[in-house]
């Protein structure tokens, strides 16, 4: 790890290509990079990792430099993102939970009364130093390249601490929705403020741009978004929006919310693989800059059908900023699956910037 060490001089930083597309300015490329870059695909990452738990891992400042930069010298993207879990700032507050192999966040006491809700501790920023002293590395590294906070959204936080972990039908947390809204609020309002604390703590350290995960809203209806996670999510984007980098907005199975996810306050929203991008960027409407959307599981397919695949999302992407979105920003439509052969993404990356 000796690569990220503090430098005494950092290397000048022009405009990102990424940080260009989202304000709609025209990029010198198209912008690439992929959720979940820093993983299970690199086999540099699987040896770095050996013999240190996920969450140990996040809290160390020169392993979470190392882990962030190793897509970027590997593939040549045009944005690091922060190596973290969406469960970070919850253990930092003190939150008893740990992430289990196989299985993801599991909470030792989950939420589910007013008085646990009360009783949620709140994040201070010394809590998260070691995320802040991982940015200020990871800014002396990277150069142009553009780099990517991270944080869960008020509504898949609040999933977790409710469910105890992973979960197919929310059961628990539609109930406490329902049945509860006042606590729900309360609820989900804390976790706004804790991710408001913890993309702070990212924003003043440096990070060019952020990305806010709202993995499981789309186990929502148009309805139950608006009213129960949208306010939340939209507090979130008005309170950072002072530090005028792009904001991006990210829901797995959200096709059908992209016109409210689009009025919560981000630059650019993520647009998963089951809708055509110029699709999407009608739902949304004009003045937001897209990010996406090449399914993970295309990657495994022959390469000229990963060609395929890429060439028409450009030009969804392309027809989508002709007719008023701000930019394109290449992406897949989730997290790079484990088994990917990291090869073919670097080639990807190459057609993207070609085209």
């Given at each position: 790890?000796?690569?990220?060490?503090?430098?005494?001089?950092?290397?000048?930083?022009a405009l990102s290509p990424l940080v260009a597309a989202a304000r709609g300015q025209q990029p010198d490329r198209r912008p690439v990079w992929f959720m979940r870059q820093a993983g299970r695909s690199l086999p540099e990452y699987r040896e770095i990792r050996v013999g240190r738990g996920m969450l140990e891992s996040?809290?160390?400042?020169?392993?979470?430099?190392?882990?962030?930069?190793?897509?970027?010298?590997?593939?040549?993207?045009?944005?690091?993102?922060?190596f973290s879990?969406?469960?970070?700032?919850?253990?930092?507050?003190?939150?008893?939970?740990?992430?289990?192999s196989g299985v993801g966040p599991v909470i030792a006491h989950p939420i589910r009364t007013h008085a646990d809700v009360r009783a949620l501790p709140l994040?201070?920023?010394?809590?998260?130093?070691?995320?802040s002293a991982a940015v200020k590395l990871l800014k002396a590294e990277l150069g142009e390249t553009a780099l990517i906070g991270f944080a869960g959204a008020p509504f898949t936080l609040a999933s977790y601490l409710i469910e105890g972990g992973p979960s197919r039908?929310?059961?628990n947390t539609k109930a406490l929705m329902y049945g509860q809204?006042?606590?729900?609020?309360?609820?989900?309002?804390?976790?706004?403020?804790?991710t408001i604390a913890f993309l702070k703590v990212q924003l003043d350290a440096g990070v060019d741009a952020f990305q806010l995960f709202d993995s499981w809203a789309g186990a929502l209806s148009v309805a139950d978004y608006n009213a129960f996670a949208r306010p939340h999510s939209a507090r979130v984007f008005a309170e950072l929006a002072s530090y005028g980098v792009p904001?991006?907005?990210?829901?797995?199975?959200?096709?059908?919310?992209?016109?409210?996810?689009?009025?919560?306050?981000?630059?650019?929203?993520?647009?998963?693989?089951?809708?055509?991008?110029d699709d999407a960027a009608r739902r949304i409407g004009p003045g937001r800059a897209l990010q996406g959307n090449l399914d993970p599981a295309v990657l495994f397919a022959p390469w000229p059908v990963v060609e395929q695949e890429v060439r028409r999302i450009a030009a969804e992407a392309d027809r989508a900023v002709a007719a008023g979105a701000l930019g394109h920003i290449f992406n897949l439509g989730h997290g790079v699956l484990p088994a990917t052969d990291p090869t073919v993404l670097t080639r990807v990356v190459e057609l993207v910037h070609s085209l």
């Amino acid at each position: 790890m000796a690569a990220c060490q503090v430098m005494t001089q950092q290397h000048a930083r022009a405009l990102s290509p990424l940080v260009a597309a989202a304000r709609g300015q025209q990029p010198d490329r198209r912008p690439v990079w992929f959720m979940r870059q820093a993983g299970r695909s690199l086999p540099e990452y699987r040896e770095i990792r050996v013999g240190r738990g996920m969450l140990e891992s996040c809290f160390d400042p020169e392993l979470v430099c190392e882990i962030t930069m190793q897509p970027v010298r590997r593939h040549g993207v045009d944005a690091a993102i922060l190596f973290s879990d969406i469960v970070v700032p919850l253990k930092a507050a003190g939150v008893d939970l740990d992430i289990v192999s196989g299985v993801g966040p599991v909470i030792a006491h989950p939420i589910r009364t007013h008085a646990d809700v009360r009783a949620l501790p709140l994040l201070t920023p010394d809590a998260v130093g070691a995320v802040s002293a991982a940015v200020k590395l990871l800014k002396a590294e990277l150069g142009e390249t553009a780099l990517i906070g991270f944080a869960g959204a008020p509504f898949t936080l609040a999933s977790y601490l409710i469910e105890g972990g992973p979960s197919r039908n929310y059961e628990n947390t539609k109930a406490l929705m329902y049945g509860q809204p006042a606590i729900w609020h309360e609820l989900v309002g804390k976790l706004a403020d804790i991710t408001i604390a913890f993309l702070k703590v990212q924003l003043d350290a440096g990070v060019d741009a952020f990305q806010l995960f709202d993995s499981w809203a789309g186990a929502l209806s148009v309805a139950d978004y608006n009213a129960f996670a949208r306010p939340h999510s939209a507090r979130v984007f008005a309170e950072l929006a002072s530090y005028g980098v792009p904001r991006i907005h990210f829901g797995v199975g959200t096709g059908e919310l992209l016109h409210d996810m689009g009025t919560a306050g981000a630059d650019v929203v993520g647009v998963d693989w089951r809708i055509p991008l110029d699709d999407a960027a009608r739902r949304i409407g004009p003045g937001r800059a897209l990010q996406g959307n090449l399914d993970p599981a295309v990657l495994f397919a022959p390469w000229p059908v990963v060609e395929q695949e890429v060439r028409r999302i450009a030009a969804e992407a392309d027809r989508a900023v002709a007719a008023g979105a701000l930019g394109h920003i290449f992406n897949l439509g989730h997290g790079v699956l484990p088994a990917t052969d990291p090869t073919v993404l670097t080639r990807v990356v190459e057609l993207v910037h070609s085209l």
